[in-house]
């Protein structure tokens, strides 16, 4: 039965975005980063306000790895956090649950988070299950919101392909997702573009707001019955990303940690340096910090 949820310390960023997008390290801090924390789970800071992402918080191997997917022998988390909890924590104002889906909102999260911290889902049912679990704040992002002085809109997407969906079974376990883009005066507007395989929310997204940072997850994760029709970007989506908007820095995350991943680190880094966009797309190792 398909499992209602589907849910490095290798260094292999790529390279600095041209034009000076990714900071100099020894520049001064920004006031607008993005670090990886591990698999899809980041911190988005704009100015004073920082936004914890789809958080995955378990020690390694905490849970069995996800039924009927590749790899399902292995257990998640793949790796442990770069970081203690409360260090990561520290500065977090706000949480984003893009979904519900244990690789990005998981057991422990829902344990060791404040109960109290603002917390924003994409629906109504989301938010009710959130709600459920003892978190107190807990707000829809329907069509946008406003918080800590950042103004962010929701976007469309989809956890696989139509074929998927048509299996009423795996609709039902790949469900809802959203995407998000942050806008602030004085930064970068940024897509963290969520759980969707190339969709035209996705083309709608950049065409609107013409994000100039992407987070893009990338690990073209896989169910074994539909082998090569992953339910998330891949190697080949993100030279599409940077064909539809090359001026953009896009990050690459949401690989190394989960058992369903099907494209690593490695593959992408050469991937990218074969088709000679790397200096446009970085891939983080966990833990890394980079700035706008």
């Not at 107190?136 to 998927?164: N, P």
């Not at 806008?183 to 759980?195: F, H, I, R, S, W």
């Amino acid at each position: 039965m398909l499992v209602k949820a589907l849910a490095s310390s290798l260094v292999l960023a790529t390279g600095l975005i041209a034009g000076n997008a990714f900071a100099d390290s020894n520049a001064q801090v920004s006031t607008h980063q993005v670090q990886q924390i591990r698999n899809a789970t980041v911190k988005v800071t704009y100015g004073d306000t920082t936004f914890l992402v789809d958080p995955m918080l378990a020690e390694q191997g905490a849970y069995p790895g996800f039924e009927d997917t590749y790899r399902s022998e292995l257990r998640n988390p793949l790796v442990g956090l770069p970081m203690p909890f409360e260090e990561m924590i520290d500065d977090v104002d706000a949480v984003i649950v893009t979904h519900t889906h244990l690789d990005h909102w998981d057991d422990a999260a829902q344990e060791l988070l404040p109960k109290a911290i603002p917390l924003f889902a994409q629906n109504a049912a989301d938010a009710e299950l959130i709600r459920s679990q003892g978190f107190s704040d807990v707000r829809i992002l329907d069509g946008e919101a406003e918080f800590g002085g950042v103004k962010m809109h929701k976007t469309g997407g989809q956890h696989g392909s139509d074929t998927l969906y048509a299996v009423p079974e795996l609709a039902e376990a790949l469900g809802d997702v959203m995407g998000v883009v942050f806008e602030a005066p004085d930064q970068k507007t940024t897509y963290l573009v969520g759980d969707t395989i190339w969709r035209d929310e996705v083309e709608q997204a950049l065409a609107q707001y013409n994000p100039e940072v992407i987070v893009l997850n990338a690990g073209a994760a896989e169910m074994t019955a539909f082998e090569g029709d992953p339910i998330i970007m891949g190697k080949e989506d993100t030279l599409r990303m940077h064909q539809a908007a090359p001026n953009a820095a896009i990050i690459a995350v949401h690989m190394g940690a989960v058992n369903h991943m099907t494209l690593s680190r490695e593959e992408l880094s050469d991937y990218v340096q074969e088709v000679g966009i790397q200096d446009h797309v970085s891939i983080p190792a966990d833990g890394e910090v980079m700035s706008f």
